[in-house]
């Protein structure tokens, strides 16, 4: 089961990041592309921290009951941006779309039972369900450098979003704050519910 999680995870978290850069790179800024980060093999994406000591962690903090983490970021240009506002709200949602329609479509191999051929593929497309709605869900958060902390930031009046800039600092531990007594809250009430509705059972 944990090999499955595993390998649910990275290909959510490369999906992500891939998504970020290819849309930077449809908005003018080929960055990632030039980096060479518009591809799904993981090894490029693959940062210690994010992918490989946080899972590990919260794996053991939760008894083995949760997996999360991350890839390393794609780097974004701003300055590059045709439109800078609206092309960094459109770059920062990529990933998290990209999430819910990798969410989508394993819920429908569930749905139309292709899943169901080999016991096996059933549970890899739970988890595929579970961790995409997981990492899109949990980066919609406005808490830096969260993807929803960068929709907000374009949004924000110029005097307001300088203001909200400096909680970037402390943003990894903000979110390690909200993993931990803000978490069960999102996973029980928004992210198992949504997970139920899209493979088909009833709450």
């Not at 800024?29 to 919260?58: V, Y």
């Not at 479509?105 to 988890?127: E, K, N, S």
Request: glycine residues 8%; charged residues 10%; positive net charge.
């Amino acid at each position: 089961m944990i090999l499955l999680q595993v390998f649910v995870l990275l290909l959510a978290v490369v999906i992500h990041e891939v998504a970020h850069g290819w849309v930077a790179y449809k908005c003018g800024d080929p960055t990632a592309r030039d980096m060479g980060r518009l591809t799904l093999n993981p090894i490029p994406h693959i940062d210690l921290n994010m992918t490989i000591i946080m899972p590990i962690f919260i794996y053991i903090m939760s008894g083995g009951r949760a997996i999360f983490g991350g890839a390393k970021p794609v780097p974004i240009n701003p300055n590059n941006f045709r439109n800078p506002k609206r092309d960094m709200i459109l770059v920062s949602l990529a990933g998290c779309a990209s999430n819910f329609i990798a969410a989508i479509f394993f819920a429908l191999l569930i749905r139309l039972q292709i899943a169901g051929i080999v016991p096996a593929f059933t549970v890899l497309c739970v988890y595929g369900v579970l961790i995409n709605i997981l990492l899109g869900v949990f980066n919609l958060i406005p808490i830096p450098p969260l993807d929803g902390s960068k929709v907000l930031m374009a949004v924000l009046p110029h005097r307001h979003m300088m203001s909200y800039l400096k909680f970037e600092r402390f943003g990894i531990i903000l979110v390690m704050l909200f993993f931990y007594f803000g978490f069960h809250f999102l996973y029980s009430n928004v992210i198992m519910p949504l997970t139920f509705l899209m493979i088909g059972r009833v709450l």
